[in-house]
């Protein structure tokens, strides 16, 4: 199906993924490509209009990523966000230098003119900085539309060209109206009519299911989160019968969670689709026996997820292909262009050549975590399962620092079981946007009646974010805290401190490893 389409090129800033997820909050598809992508693939595309992201790098360096100039000339509407506004000013002839002062974090911006990249903004208000270098001198044809304290161009335009630049995020929740600049963009200079919607995704996406599959057999990766969820409803209302998914049940999951899976997904559930259980716990305790390094978890858990998925293919006969539920941030957080790899994910990537599948299918590659629940719903999943808890691929495997083991499963299991508990009493959990404890390698004294104790130190977690891109701590009543403090203390054998983690992400990611 043809769709308006915004490209976001990726100059390997952190907040990439989360430029396009904001213009499809607008109701415009966007993608992002890898700064390298070529003049004759954009043409190919043939976006509406483009976005060069940020970066980390200085663009008057010769190690750093530029662009080919020619793609001014290709009558494209342009807008530059941080390091791409100073690439669209070196490039263009102006000039770009270190900042004599940095600005990083919530800065106030005075709007200059009532320019069309910035209409309807107020004049002053808050956009979020992060920038060591500026834009010290505009391309011939410019005008400055905006300026701070310290950077006397925080925003450029060329509105005869269609090219605008501002320095600030706009794309982040702290820029206070950075929507309206990310609006001005996609409908004022680039014209859009707004054609994104989930039921046409929906659709779209059906129709290329079946194109792939014909009449062949797809074995899904069906952990009963969201993400595989939503995949698994999406699959079989495209090719029925020939979906089986497989529950690899690998002895981390959520305490209780390997039973409510099968009674949702299982021969008595509300599926109409062939399921598979595997109890693989002990196979996997044993390939984590002594292993530490959180890469080395990621992976180990990872490669017996295939391992097993072969094992059950072969069990199951002729199988053509293996669906994921791969959503973008995985995707970015793997590593997308020359974007910093944060960490690697178990389902993206491909499969080793080992694996008995023909190709892998991924519906929802492209989506965020909140779209993805829009689909669940569009689907008709349940309520309940659809605003699930995010859970990742690897399991409480990345929520207990240092070795995995039985016994410290059993501890995060009934701890977190707790936390859950106690948050959805307080009305919390719908509020929330993800919460879980994990399981810190400290060990610290403590007293417990008349005992002395050496045990271990549970960590809370919880956030509030909309895109899972960025994150902050979640503000939770202290008599919540209490209360979940003293159950875990008391039920929880092998416990005797619990902590609170207050860090944001970044700097921090959302689990612990």
Not at 128 to 153: K, L, Q, R
Not at 338 to 355: C, E, F, Q, R
Request: glycine content about 10%.
């Amino acid at each position: 199906m043809a769709k308006e389409l915004i490209i976001v090129l990726d100059f390997g800033g952190q907040y990439n993924q989360l430029i396009a997820r904001r213009v499809r909050d607008l109701g415009v598809y966007a993608e992002v490509y890898p700064s390298s992508i070529g003049l004759e693939k954009i043409k190919e595309l043939d976006p509406k209009g483009i976005i060069f992201t940020g970066g980390p790098q200085s663009v008057y360096k010769e190690e750093s990523q530029h662009i080919d100039p020619e793609i001014f000339n290709m009558g494209y509407p342009i807008l530059g966000i941080c390091y791409g506004a100073q690439l669209i000013a070196y490039e263009l002839g102006g000039k770009v230098a270190t900042a004599p002062v940095s600005e990083y974090g919530r800065t106030e911006i005075i709007v200059d003119a009532n320019a069309a990249g910035l209409k309807d903004l107020s004049s002053s208000t808050i956009m979020w900085m992060s920038h060591t270098d500026y834009i010290s001198e505009v391309p011939e044809g410019f005008a400055i539309t905006a300026h701070t304290a310290n950077c006397p161009i925080a925003a450029m335009e060329n509105a005869e060209r269609g090219v605008y630049a501002v320095q600030f995020h706009p794309e982040v929740q702290h820029s206070v109206e950075g929507n309206k600049v990310l609006y001005n963009f996609v409908y004022g200079a680039c014209k859009c009519a707004g054609d994104w919607k989930m039921d046409t995704f929906i659709a779209e996406q059906i129709e290329k299911i079946r194109a792939k599959v014909g009449n062949g057999k797809v074995l899904l990766a069906l952990s009963g989160g969201v993400d595989s969820s939503v995949a698994a409803g999406l699959m079989s209302r495209a090719i029925g019968k020939q979906l089986t998914c497989v529950f690899v049940d690998h002895g981390l999951m959520r305490k209780n969670e390997g039973d409510e899976v099968e009674s949702i997904f299982g021969k008595n559930g509300q599926f109409d689709l062939n399921f598979i259980r595997v109890n693989a716990g002990p196979e996997y305790f044993e390939k984590l026996k002594g292993i530490e390094e959180p890469e080395k978890k990621r992976k180990i858990i990872g490669e017996q997820f295939i391992r097993v998925f072969e094992r059950e293919a072969k069990k199951i006969g002729a199988v053509d292909f293996l669906c994921q539920g791969t959503i973008y941030p995985d995707v970015i957080e793997s590593g997308l262009g020359k974007s910093a790899v944060i960490k690697s994910h178990h389902n993206v990537g491909g499969l080793p050549d080992t694996v008995d599948f023909k190709e892998i299918i991924e519906p929802l590659r492209l989506l965020f975590k909140d779209e993805v629940r829009k689909v669940g719903l569009e689907l008709g999943l349940p309520e309940y399962l659809v605003f699930r808890q995010p859970f990742p691929g690897p399991g409480l495997g990345i929520r207990i620092i240092g070795e995995v083991t039985p016994e410290k499963v059993q501890i995060v299991q009934d701890a977190d079981f707790i936390y859950r508990e106690e948050i959805a009493k307080a009305g919390l959990d719908r509020k929330i946007s993800q919460y879980f404890a994990g399981l810190s390698n400290m060990r610290s004294v403590g007293v417990m009646g008349d005992f002395r104790t050496y045990d271990y130190a549970v960590v809370l977690r919880a956030v509030e974010t909309d895109d899972f891109m960025t994150a902050v701590a979640s503000e939770i009543p202290f008599a919540v805290l209490q209360t979940v403090m003293n159950r875990i203390i008391n039920e929880v054998k092998g416990v005797n401190r619990v902590i609170y983690d207050l860090t944001s992400k970044p700097p921090g990611t959302i689990e612990f490893e």
